[in-house]
Nanobody, 125 residues
Framework: VQLQASGGGLVQAGGSLRLSCAVSERAYNIYSMAWFRQAPGKEREFVAVRTNSGNTLYSDSVKGRFTISRDNANNLVYLQMNNLQPEDTAVYYC????????????????????WGQGTQVTVSS
């Protein structure tokens, strides 16, 4: 699976951005689609995941502010990010996993087979 992330940019604290991830094949064939992020000098961090059955999981740091959605008809995955804060500054990556595992396991970067190239999100204070 090839993934292409886009939609990053520079925004002031309290602002919003919507990231998109274009998927190269039928998205409904893919069990889970996720977003991770990586800030300079830090490890890659789980943000959100949505399975093809509609189950979602969010990190505590973004819960209530970010929403992940899938448009399987158009092979797209979105991350709507509201009330952005400077600590949200990072490169954001979309990731895909074909096979089913327990939902909580989807927090781990090593469980994903395919990754997009990343899109930079910078939040100024």
């Amino acid at each position: 699976v090839q993934l292409q992330a886009s939609g990053g940019g520079l925004v002031q604290a309290g602002g919003s951005l919507r990231l998109s991830c274009a998927v190269s094949e039928r998205a409904y064939n893919i069990y889970s689609m996720a977003w991770f992020r990586q800030a300079p000098g830090k490890e890659r961090e789980f943000v959100a995941v949505r399975t093809n059955s509609g189950n979602t999981l969010y990190s505590d740091s973004v819960k209530g502010r970010f929403t992940i959605s899938r448009d399987n008809a158009n092979n797209l995955v979105y991350l709507q990010m509201n009330n952005l804060q400077p600590e949200d500054t990072a490169v954001y990556y979309c990731a895909a996993r074909r096979s089913r595992i327990v939902l909580t396991g989807l927090r781990m970067p090593g469980q994903y087979n395919d990754w997009g190239q990343g899109t930079q999100v910078t939040v100024s204070s």
